[in-house]
């Protein structure tokens, strides 16, 4: 294992981006604030059985809404404009931005798409280049796709992936030619609809939450096919692609989810478009649960050619989706190596073969397993979207060897009522298995006492709270082989603080690309949800309330200040970075994942024996 530079805070301090104080007061309200509260006006005569959401009054209530509320909760509003500005963007300006949007639909007079005013308001999210700030339509907005999956790959070019296995079949009885020579995995697609295809993944990306530019990009790729926002205006799509050397253009149908009809929204773009849900929808839709394995590659797959990721173990989550893959594969040389693929932290328990255990506990016996076999880890992170922050916590201890120790993470929260009332119902434990004598200000009692404090004090934030070292289990003794830890832009939320506890600690060689840098958190408890909705139900929006961070290797001391917290602790718009850069390529989509394995096998070849004679 490489050695760690090892940097006291205040150097780090010295480095980071300046910021102004993070509890200064705060800016004052943007002008029109008030309008939220005021009356709408009529309906303009042209709005006549329109709907709700065709007067300009209404939207703009919506939105003025939605401003109040990211004002009053969001953890990054007085932070966001210095971190976009240290990663490279624009000064940005949160709350000009949100009165832009209520001013935005104040001026539409007459909307007869609510898709439309819902397009706008994904993009006024979008703005804040956040992950976590995720906008859903209540009565659900249609999702429409093509039976086909595209990726971007590591030479900026994009390239089918995979496709519905049952496509061919559907579009020859719906009278269409089979297109399936010209989509076979590899094939690289130039235009979509004539607009060239960076063009169009630019204009998607536009409208999707994202902490970094290549998470955007990965989402917006994904929905040049597959979307439930910029819906088409006709019921197919035409894509031009290379293939045995010619430019040539199939035209595919887009199909609507199962049970789009049954909603307006849904039942308004069906009579618009001609878009249809029955038949070829139905076989298309295998697309959503996966591809065709013999010939392509799903985002969600493995390093692994079928026939061996078949020997893997595929537990599922509390939604019933595949959230692990655990097994035993042979490595370099043909030595044996644990293989863990972990998709989702967001369940309580993994189940498989009709037994449900808790996380936790499942992962603990395969890491023990392996540990007594001597075999080293592959921990692939790359599809990871996130999920519970003690799940995090417990695998950086579980990867530690017996004896060491390791920084732990941070927390910082909003010293607003929402989150007193949240840790006094809740009063969740962050992580991590105190020192003895030593009392972490991540206790319950002592997060509520931060959160009192600061509002006592009129701070906008509590000081950090922050993990002690972590340390392995006496009791499990520890996980001694190498681990290589995969990780892309899809790995976000409590997936990069997992990395970046592994980086920090020097625990664990990081290969692929950066994470997202989504640092949000959303505390909420029962009664209490992070995702606010409007107060007629037209519109809801995850709204992050806390901020997560990781300790540098040296630690961060026994305390630190929100202002030492959000210059170099905080993960938003910090992509926690690999040790070793690799990125998807064509090869990997015809050939199962080939580039990864060589990668991961040469990191482990590359690094010291850690933790055992």
Same mark, same amino acid.
Request: aromatic share 4%; hydrophobic share 40%.
């Given at each position: 294992?490489?050695?760690?530079?090892?940097?006291?805070?205040?150097?780090?301090?010295?480095?980071?981006?300046?910021?102004?104080?993070?509890?200064?007061?705060?800016?004052?309200?943007?002008?029109?604030?008030?309008?939220?509260?005021?009356?709408?006006?009529?309906?303009?005569? *042209?709005?006549?059985?329109?709907?709700?959401?065709?007067?300009?009054?209404?939207?703009?209530?919506?939105?003025?809404?939605?401003?109040?509320?990211?004002?009053?909760?969001?953890?990054?509003?007085?932070?966001?404009?210095?971190?976009?500005?240290?990663?490279?963007?624009?000064?940005?300006?949160?709350?000009?931005?949100?009165?832009? =949007?209520?001013?935005?639909?104040?001026?539409?007079?007459?909307?007869?798409?609510?898709?439309?005013?819902?397009?706008?308001?994904?993009?006024?999210?979008?703005?804040?280049?956040?992950?976590?700030?995720?906008?859903?339509?209540?009565?659900?907005?249609?999702?429409?796709?093509?039976?086909?999956?595209?990726?971007?790959?590591?030479?900026?070019?994009?390239?089918?992936?995979?496709?519905?296995?049952?496509?061919?079949?559907?579009?020859?009885?719906?009278?269409?030619?089979?297109?399936?020579?010209?989509?076979?995995?590899?094939?690289?697609?130039?235009?979509?609809?004539?607009?060239?295809?960076?063009?169009? $993944?630019?204009?998607?990306?536009?409208?999707?939450?994202?902490?970094?530019?290549?998470?955007? #990009?990965?989402?917006?790729?994904?929905?040049?096919?597959?979307?439930?926002?910029?819906?088409?205006?006709?019921?197919?799509?035409?894509?031009?692609?290379?293939?045995?050397?010619?430019?040539?253009?199939?035209?595919?149908?887009?199909?609507?989810?199962?049970?789009?009809?049954?909603?307006?929204? +849904?039942?308004?773009?069906?009579?618009?478009?001609?878009?249809?849900?029955?038949?070829?929808?139905?076989?298309?839709?295998?697309?959503?649960?996966?591809?065709?394995?013999?010939?392509?590659?799903?985002?969600?797959?493995?390093?692994?050619?079928?026939?061996?990721?078949?020997?893997?173990?595929?537990?599922?989550?509390?939604?019933?989706?595949?959230?692990?893959?655990? +097994?035993?594969?042979?490595?370099?040389?043909?030595?044996?190596?644990?293989?863990?693929?972990?998709? /989702?932290?967001?369940?309580?328990?993994?189940?498989? #073969?009709?037994?449900?255990?808790?996380?936790?506990?499942?992962?603990?016996?395969?890491?023990? *397993? =392996?540990?007594?076999?001597?075999?080293?880890?592959?921990?692939?992170?790359?599809?990871?979207?996130?999920?519970?922050?003690?799940?995090?916590?417990?695998?950086?201890?579980?990867?530690?060897?017996?004896?060491?120790?390791?920084?732990?993470?941070?927390?910082?929260?909003?010293?607003?009522?929402?989150?007193?009332?949240?840790?006094?119902?809740?009063?969740?434990?962050?992580?991590?298995?105190?020192?003895?004598?030593?009392?972490?200000?991540?206790?319950?009692?002592?997060?509520?006492?931060? $959160?009192?404090?600061?509002?006592?004090?009129?701070?906008?934030?509590?000081?950090?709270?922050?993990?002690?070292?972590?340390?392995?289990?006496?009791?499990?003794?520890?996980?001694?082989?190498?681990?290589?830890?995969?990780?892309?832009? /899809?790995?976000?939320?409590? =997936?990069?603080?997992?990395?970046?506890?592994?980086?920090?600690?020097?625990?664990?060689?990081?290969?692929?690309?950066?994470?997202?840098?989504?640092?949000? /958190?959303?505390?909420?408890?029962?009664?209490?949800?992070?995702?606010?909705?409007?107060?007629?139900?037209?519109?809801?929006?995850? $709204?992050?309330?806390?901020?997560?961070?990781?300790?540098?290797?040296?630690?961060? +001391?026994?305390?630190?200040?929100?202002?030492?917290?959000?210059?170099?602790?905080?993960?938003?718009?910090?992509?926690?970075?690999? #040790?070793?850069?690799? *990125?998807?390529?064509?090869?990997?989509?015809?050939?199962?994942?080939?580039?990864?394995?060589?990668?991961?096998?040469?990191?482990?070849?590359?690094?010291?024996?850690?933790?055992?004679?």
């Amino acid at each position: 294992m490489r050695p760690v530079l090892l940097l006291p805070l205040a150097a780090l301090l010295a480095l980071a981006s300046p910021l102004p104080a993070a509890n200064a007061s705060a800016a004052a309200p943007a002008p029109g604030s008030a309008a939220c509260e005021a009356a709408p006006a009529p309906a303009p005569a *042209a709005c006549d059985g329109e709907g709700p959401l065709c007067p300009a009054a209404e939207r703009a209530r919506i939105a003025c809404e939605l401003r109040q509320a990211i004002e009053a909760r969001y953890v990054f509003l007085t932070t966001k404009p210095y971190t976009l500005a240290a990663a490279g963007r624009p000064a940005f300006d949160p709350r000009a931005h949100l009165e832009a =949007c209520v001013e935005g639909e104040r001026a539409v007079a007459v909307e007869r798409d609510p898709l439309r005013f819902y397009d706008r308001m994904r993009r006024c999210v979008a703005g804040f280049e956040d992950g976590h700030l995720l906008l859903r339509v209540p009565s659900g907005a249609p999702q429409v796709a093509l039976g086909v999956g595209l990726r971007l790959a590591s030479d900026g070019r994009v390239y089918v992936a995979s496709r519905s296995p049952a496509l061919g079949q559907a579009l020859a009885s719906a009278g269409f030619d089979d297109p399936g020579a010209l989509l076979a995995p590899g094939t690289r697609v130039v235009a979509i609809d004539g607009r060239p295809v960076r063009e169009a $993944i630019d204009v998607l990306a536009a409208h999707l939450p994202g902490s970094s530019a290549a998470a955007r #990009d990965e989402r917006a790729v994904d929905a040049l096919t597959r979307r439930d926002f910029l819906h088409p205006d006709r019921a197919t799509a035409a894509l031009t692609v290379i293939a045995r050397g010619a430019r040539r253009t199939v035209r595919l149908p887009w199909w609507a989810s199962p049970g789009a009809e049954r909603g307006a929204l +849904g039942r308004a773009l069906l009579a618009r478009t001609g878009i249809r849900t029955a038949g070829l929808g139905e076989a298309a839709a295998a697309l959503v649960d996966g591809g065709d394995p013999a010939g392509g590659a799903r985002r969600t797959d493995s390093i692994f050619a079928p026939e061996e990721a078949a020997a893997l173990r595929t537990y599922t989550g509390d939604g019933g989706g595949p959230a692990a893959r655990l +097994g035993e594969v042979p490595g370099p040389a043909g030595q044996p190596v644990c293989y863990a693929q972990l998709l /989702s932290l967001h369940t309580e328990a993994l189940s498989a #073969d009709g037994e449900r255990r808790p996380f936790t506990e499942v992962l603990g016996e395969f890491l023990r *397993a =392996c540990d007594a076999r001597g075999a080293d880890l592959v921990l692939d992170l790359r599809q990871n979207g996130g999920g519970y922050l003690s799940h995090s916590t417990a695998l950086a201890r579980m990867l530690l060897p017996a004896g060491a120790s390791s920084p732990g993470g941070a927390l910082v929260l909003r010293a607003t009522e929402f989150n007193e009332g949240v840790y006094r119902e809740r009063a969740p434990m962050l992580g991590g298995a105190p020192a003895v004598g030593f009392r972490s200000r991540s206790e319950p009692e002592r997060v509520l006492e931060s $959160i009192r404090g600061a509002r006592k004090a009129g701070d906008d934030f509590t000081p950090a709270l922050l993990e002690p070292p972590l340390r392995p289990d006496p009791a499990e003794g520890g996980f001694g082989g190498r681990v290589v830890a995969l990780t892309s832009p /899809s790995c976000m939320s409590a =997936c990069e603080r997992l990395a970046g506890l592994l980086r920090g600690g020097g625990r664990a060689v990081l290969v692929g690309g950066p994470t997202e840098g989504a640092g949000g /958190s959303q505390q909420e408890a029962k009664g209490l949800a992070a995702r606010w909705t409007d107060s007629r139900g037209r519109l809801s929006v995850s $709204i992050p309330n806390a901020a997560m961070g990781v300790q540098p290797p040296g630690g961060a +001391g026994e305390q630190a200040s929100a202002d030492d917290f959000f210059a170099a602790l905080a993960l938003e718009n910090r992509p926690v970075e690999p #040790d070793r850069r690799y *990125a998807t390529t064509r090869a990997d989509l015809v050939e199962h994942g080939r580039g990864w394995r060589e990668q991961a096998w040469a990191a482990l070849e590359h690094e010291r024996p850690l933790g055992r004679p």
